[in-house]
């Protein structure tokens, strides 16, 4: 990751295509965890979707350790400081756009790995294990796309798994859990049920809430 300059309209200052060699302006990641695919801020930290890995990092701040390991968190002219990963072994894999966010709490697929997370203040969570683990390990493996949103009025994170062969809509009685995604298949997850609560017969490509309407 490389930052620039920084850009205010007001003052009408734009140094976003300066790249000050001299300065540190650069921050890798674990290149074993596959490429940068999703960038998030949250308040004063960034947090980092790979292909294999989920990393935080501070913004505006970095992390010093006393002498007893404990770190504490300084102010100072760094834009991004040290970066952490979460416990677990998911990512994004290469389907950003499964991200959709509300409040504090994050949703993504990861499809190497079969699974629907949800990362929050507890950490990555794996929500397809909520009744749905066996037909999205065997769906996500064979669909292109998945498309996922959150749907403000119900306080459902809203996922479509698309396959190859688009003939058609498919009809949520015909679901299975089996490989049957030859086009697409529609399902919500509800955190006050703590569950995945309904098959849709759409096909969501996108998704937004706005004045209580999704």
Not at 7 to 18: D, H
Not at 71 to 84: C, D, Y
Not at 189 to 204: C, I, L, M, Q
């Amino acid at each position: 990751m490389t930052y620039s300059g920084i850009f205010n309209s007001r003052t009408s200052v734009n140094e976003l295509n300066q790249f000050p060699s001299g300065e540190d302006i650069t921050r890798a990641v674990d290149i074993a965890e596959g490429s940068i695919q999703k960038l998030h801020a949250e308040d004063t930290n960034l947090n980092i979707f790979q292909e294999n890995k989920v990393n935080r990092a501070l913004i505006d701040k970095d992390a010093i350790f006393t002498a007893e390991g404990q770190p504490l968190t300084a102010s100072g002219k760094i834009v991004i400081g040290q970066i952490t990963p979460y416990s677990g072994e998911y990512g994004i894999g290469t389907n950003p756009e499964s991200f959709a966010v509300y409040g504090n709490r994050k949703y993504f697929a990861d499809k190497r790995r079969g699974a629907i997370l949800r990362l929050s203040r507890d950490g990555v969570t794996p929500i397809s294990d909520a009744g749905m683990k066996d037909w999205f390990k065997d769906n996500l493996k064979v669909c292109d796309t998945i498309y996922g949103a959150f749907d403000e009025q119900k306080k459902q994170y809203v996922v479509t798994l698309e396959g190859t062969n688009i003939d058609g809509g498919l009809s949520a009685s015909s679901l299975t859990a089996t490989a049957d995604i030859t086009t697409y298949g529609t399902l919500s997850f509800d955190e006050r049920a703590g569950g995945w609560v309904s098959f849709y017969t759409y096909k969501a490509r996108h998704g937004v809430s706005k004045k209580n309407e999704f």
